[in-house]
């Protein structure tokens, strides 16, 4: 699976789980942005705190587990960028080494070696909870409201969760085989490039149709789910591209996606996806783009 992978052209249900098996070797991908994005990290955590990073006392021996796994694999898939350290990961990238001898902050300094944002889910019954994440682009949801809950409680405002997914979610987490990592896609069309997007700012809606060219952008999630052997928790991690929607104009293919998958939508699964500022300019423009193409 590539970075320029969009979910509307695979699954237009919302409730669709559009679960794939995950090449290992494809478990996390860095690109040109990685010194950029990784530094983005440092500086929204000096800025924002645990708004970017919460964790609870259970998670430390997962937070071990997820950073000697990144300390095993990165160095290996890319030796350009990484190396080994005794006790931590040398980032070739910016010429920096991070350690990861503080159980409190082991996932957190981990994170500031990838693109991509880290979750720590772990069993208690018959759940998961959320019991630590590193989460710098979040898609309009907030760390502080979701640490230590459990799936159903983080998925409740997804519309009709509770009634067709959550046991089926519940269920797929309880098999989830350390050697059989999966990833899953997830999409929305926003009118801000910033990645850290936690739905507390303000958007002014586009109401004429011929502004959605210039003021739209795609934001796309490539998420994975990896059993942790040692802990059993479960790392689920989040990378998020924002592509600005001029990129797609010569493309009715990738247009038509799109437009199918807003029409299929209900207004409540719109609400979810915080498609207000754009809609309805959107499915106007889209309509009119794609009858001249």
Sequence with gaps: MSLDY????????????????????????????LATQTSLKKSLWRDLGDRV???????????????????????????????HHSN??????????VRWDTPETTLLNASWCVQEDLC????????????????????YWRLLEKIGQPLDRIHAPVPG?????????????????DDRPVWRGNWS???????????????????QAEDIPQRCFIR???????????????????????????HFLDNPIWLKDLFQALTALS????????LQPVEPALTRWLASHLARA
């Design 6 to 33: 969009y979910a509307f052209q695979e699954h237009k249900n919302l409730l669709a789980m559009g679960l794939h098996r995950l090449d290992p070797d494809q478990w996390l991908l860095p690109d040109a942005k």
């Design 120 to 139: 720590l889910l772990q069993p208690q019954d018959d759940h998961y909870r959320l019991t630590a994440a590193s989460l710098c682009a979040p898609s």
């Design 189 to 207: 069309v926003v009118t801000s490039d910033r990645l850290y997007q936690p739905g507390t700012e303000e958007s002014a809606p586009i109401t």
């Design 220 to 246: 796309t999630e490539r998420q994975t789910l990896k059993r942790l052997p040692q802990t059993g928790a479960v790392v689920f991690t989040i990378r998020v591209q924002i592509t600005p929607f001029t």
């Design 53 to 83: 990073y919460s964790q609870l006392p259970e998670s430390h021996a997962a937070q071990r587990e997820v950073a000697q796994t990144l300390g095993s694999y990165l160095p290996i898939q890319f030796p350009d960028l990484y190396a």
């Design 161 to 177: 969760y509770t009634e067709k997914l959550g046991s089926k979610i519940n269920r797929f987490f309880q098999h989830i085989k």
């Design 267 to 274: 207004a409540d699964e719109r609400d979810y996806k915080s």
């Design 88 to 97: 931590g990961l040398v980032c070739r990238f910016n010429d920096t080494i």
